[in-house]
Every structure is written in structure tokens, then in C-alpha cells.
């Protein structure tokens, strides 16, 4: 399985978006230091920061699922990948664990990333009011692995017809309801009350789809 998803990370060149995922940290850091003078209060710093990487990576995760997966099968070019044999859901499993890997280290990551660096700034600069407790921190990165559970859901709907629109549309749908609330503390996506059932449902469907695909699996 290792191999394969060192296969699958040098294939689909994830290596680049490394660096696509660093200027998007830094883009969301701009931002909220743009706002954080006059729109945030000192409570409210970490939760806009956590917002924005959540979307972001939900987005994200719905492209790379259509381009990864949903767009391999749809075209069967999924079929002449390996000349061993190899089993398809094997295979599927492997882009599954990347995406997923990558997404919920990169979420992690930027949460800490940006939190500490406003952090730094607040110790500084009078004008960014920021303020965070260890409790929070523990909840925003274990929320930010729940999303990206519940991130991979828009692949059993791609999966159904091998729609990549119905996959990004998903993704979408997941975005605007996990944050109708606004950017303020009772967004749907900074709640573990939310996020914690959401991602059992994100799990539990990939672990559907890949049943429902090793039915009808064949030796590559």
C-alpha cells in the first residue's frame, strides 16, 4: 500500500502542490491580518483562521478527488496504470489515503502555522488582537481531521456516474452548509458537534464505495 501511494504521490505530482498549499497558508494569514485590526475581536482571530483552511481544503479535496479518481475512471485510464497485478480497489484505496493524508497534515498544519504566527504578531503589535487557549488548539485540529473525513463524501456521489461536476457540486454544497453560519464562533464547520458526526459519515461512505466497487473489481 506504501508503495502505491508513493506511486500515486509522484504520478499526479502532489510534491507541487506542497508549495500551492504554502501560498495558499500565506494568502488566508494576509487576510485575516487585514481584517484583524478592525473585524475580529481577539476571540474571533483564531476562529476566522480556521474557517478559511477548513474551506479552503474542502474545495481542495473535492478537485483532487475529480482529478485523481473520479476523471481515471470515467476516461478507464485507470485500467493501464500498472503492469503488475494490481488489484482497481487497491489502487482506489491508495488515492483515498493520499488525499486524505495530505488534506488533514495540511489543515493541522496550517492551523498551527497561522495561529502561531499571530500568536508572535499579537506580542508585538498592538493592533492584532488574538487570543487562544490549548483547548481550542486540540479542537480545531481534531475538527480539521474530521473535515477531512467528511471531505471525502462528494467522492460516493462522483463515484455513482463518475461525475466529476457532481463531485466539485458536492463539495460546494458541503462548503455553504458547513459554514452558513457566517464567520463568526457558530459556524457549523469550527463545531465538533457538527464535524465529529460528519466525518463518521465521510468514513463510512468511502468505506461504502469501496465495497460497492470491489464487486466489481478486476486483476490489472
Known amino acids: 500500500m506504501i508503495n502505491l501511494i508513493n506511486i500515486e504521490w509522484k504520478k499526479n505530482k502532489f510534491n507541487k502542490q506542497v ?39 474542502i474545495i481542495w479535496e473535492g478537485v483532487w478527488i475529480s482529478k485523481v479518481i473520479i476523471e481515471e ?8 496504470l500498472f503492469t503488475t497485478s494490481v488489484r482497481i480497489t487497491k489502487v482506489l484505496t491508495a488515492k483515498i489515503i493520499l488525499i486524505f493524508l495530505f488534506s488533514a497534515s495540511s489543515m493541522v498544519f496550517s492551523q498551527f502555522f497561522l495561529n502561531g504566527i499571530f500568536w508572535g504578531l499579537s506580542i508585538n503589535l498592538p493592533m492584532i488582537r488574538y487570543d487562544i487557549g490549548t483547548t481550542d488548539i486540540l479542537v480545531y485540529v481534531f475538527s480539521s481531521i474530521m473535515v477531512a473525513l467528511f471531505g471525502l463524501l462528494p467522492l460516493t456521489v462522483g463515484m455513482i456516474n463518475y461525475s466529476t461536476v457532481a463531485t466539485l457540486v458536492t463539495s460546494i454544497i458541503l462548503l455553504l452548509v458547513s459554514s452558513n453560519s457566517g464567520m463568526g464562533f457558530d459556524a457549523l464547520v469550527s463545531q465538533l458537534s457538527f464535524t465529529i458526526p460528519f466525518g463518521i459519515v465521510g468514513f463510512f461512505s468511502t468505506v461504502i464505495t469501496l465495497f460497492m466497487q470491489s464487486r466489481r473489481d478486476v486483476i490489472i
Open 19 to 57: 508549495i500551492y498549499v504554502l501560498l495558499s497558508i500565506l494568502s488566508i494569514g494576509l487576510l485575516t491580518f487585514l481584517f484583524s485590526s478592525d473585524t475580529i475581536t481577539n476571540d474571533s482571530a483564531p476562529v476566522f483562521i480556521d474557517l478559511l483552511v477548513k474551506a479552503f481544503f
Open 73 to 80: 475512471y470515467k476516461s478507464k485510464s485507470i485500467l493501464v
